[in-house]
């Protein structure tokens, strides 16, 4: 999978308060996203299953960002506030390991499967499907 630099090509330290800043509303917006997806798929599916769906998707979407922040420069200075801020708080693994807790063992062990197989699969289909294009 593509690497992404956590800071732009070219920043210096002056540029980190800046990045900071990015990551910090980036989270923000991406935890208030989290819980409205887990709301709106609380009605079909029980927390847990919720939360892998919201993971594995977020894990395409960074994929996709990963993918055109390293291909466009321009693209690139939005990375600490769309990877690590915005799909980070969006994902949720620290979470998901606390819903494992009320799950059966084999819930629980089928969760952990699925969670740890599919996000990296998803974050990798992310990028191809964005270099691929290109």
């Known amino acids: 999978m593509t690497t992404c630099t956590p800071s732009p090509a070219g920043e210096t330290d002056r540029g980190r308060p800046r990045a900071y800043a990015l990551v ?38 960074i994929g996709v960002v990963a993918g055109l922040a390293a291909r466009r420069p321009a693209m690139a200075q939005w990375w600490p506030l769309l990877g690590p801020g915005l799909l980070g708080g969006f994902t949720t693994f620290s979470a998901f390991v606390v819903l494992l807790d009320g799950a059966s063992e084999l819930e629980a062990a089928l969760l952990a499967v699925v969670t740890l197989g599919l996000c990296p699969l998803a974050a990798w289909l992310g990028e191809k499907a964005v270099t691929r294009a290109n």
């Open 24 to 61: 910090a509303a980036g989270s923000a917006l991406g935890a208030v996203l989290r819980v409205l997806a887990g709301w709106s798929l609380g009605s079909l599916l029980d927390d847990a299953w919720s939360t892998v769906i919201v993971n594995v998707a977020g894990c395409f979407a």
